[in-house]
């Protein structure tokens, strides 16, 4: 047996291939672009929502207080799509690292908005 042929024997009986399907990654890149696209929605719309008056966010947040606590647990859910992303090529790391940065953005105007802040300034 040749050396050559040993070699590739190796890297089979290795198993280095990527845990996930040529289909998965693809379905995984797409999802990744939704995702990150909304939530980029999400922040645009939460910088608009600080804009507005005190009591204005205050009656959004007891109006829509459950709704936003399902976001939070949607978000919990977007941050490990976004880690599994990170595992993919160069596209899908850099649509993680986007929806990472617009979670962490999100989140911190969802605080603001519970916990009370004098709203952004433009």
């Known amino acids: 047996m040749s050396k050559s042929h040993n070699r590739?024997?190796?890297?089979?009986?290795?198993?280095f291939s990527s845990p996930f399907s040529l289909e998965n990654v693809a379905d995984l890149k797409f999802n990744l672009y939704l995702r990150a696209r909304e939530v980029r929605q999400i922040v645009v719309?939460?910088?608009k929502l600080m804009l507005k008056k005190k009591s204005e966010r205050d009656l959004f947040v007891s109006e829509n207080r459950n709704t936003i606590e399902a976001l939070m647990k949607v978000f919990v859910q977007d941050s490990n799509l976004s880690i599994e992303g990170m595992q993919l090529d160069n596209e899908a790391a850099a649509l993680s690292v986007?929806?990472?940065?617009?979670?962490r953005q999100s989140i911190s105007l969802i605080n603001a908005l519970f916990y009370?802040?004098?709203?952004?300034?433009s």
């Open 116 to 121: 009370g802040v004098d709203g952004l300034k």
């Open 8 to 15: 590739y024997q190796l890297l089979d009986d290795l198993d």
């Open 45 to 47: 719309y939460l910088e």
């Open 98 to 103: 986007q929806m990472a940065t617009d979670l």
